[in-house]
């Protein structure tokens, strides 16, 4: 079976909807995932499920969680061969200037419109970096991510798409995990 990544926004923020690691697990094992961690508290999960499409499958998960929780969560659900190919094509990573622990990847849930750059990049600060590549965005916030005004919800408005940001520890982490 292969294996999934979902990262689940906006949970577990400052007491904002609050989700158990240990419910969360069982409520995916009755949608059929297996095999289920988590990582932090957070919203990260790596699993296991039978192939088929990522929509369908994502839209199960978001169904569980609300009516689990009582709220809905936006889940973005991606492979371990696409995660690993967002850590691959980081085109921040070469330039040594960029300390890794201020990079983050901005999981987008379609394609973002063909001036996403020409839209965003007025928002950066004059340190930080963005790069989009396919659905992904690579943003390096050297004053940290909470300084930026690049966050989901910002990204949101301009792209007309939804977004999930997760630090580049935690990207290698859940992939290490997936593997």
Known sequence: ????????????????????????RAALADVGCQNI????????VVFTAPQGPLPPLTRKIEAKILSEFGFAVPVFL?????????IQ?????PDPAVDPGK?????????????????????AAPAEQLSIVGSVIYLY??????????????IEK????????????TVNTLLTMAQ
Not at 37 to 43: E, K, L
Not at 158 to 169: D, E, F, I, M, P
């Open 141 to 154: 916030c050297p004053a940290g991510y909470g300084q930026t005004k690049l966050a989901n919800g910002t």
């Open 37 to 44: 961690a988590t990582y932090i508290q957070s919203g990260n």
């Open 158 to 169: 301009k792209l007309g798409v939804g977004a999930t940001t997760r630090n580049w520890q």
């Open 78 to 86: 991606t492979t371990a061969a696409a995660l690993a190919a967002v």
């Open 1 to 24: 079976m292969p294996v999934y990544i979902a990262l689940l926004r906006g949970i577990n923020v400052s007491g904002y909807k609050p989700v158990k690691m240990e419910r969360l």
């Open 89 to 93: 094509q980081n085109p921040l990573l």
């Open 103 to 123: 990079l983050h990847v901005t999981f987008l849930s379609g394609a973002p419109p063909a001036d996403a750059t020409d839209r965003l990049q007025p928002l």
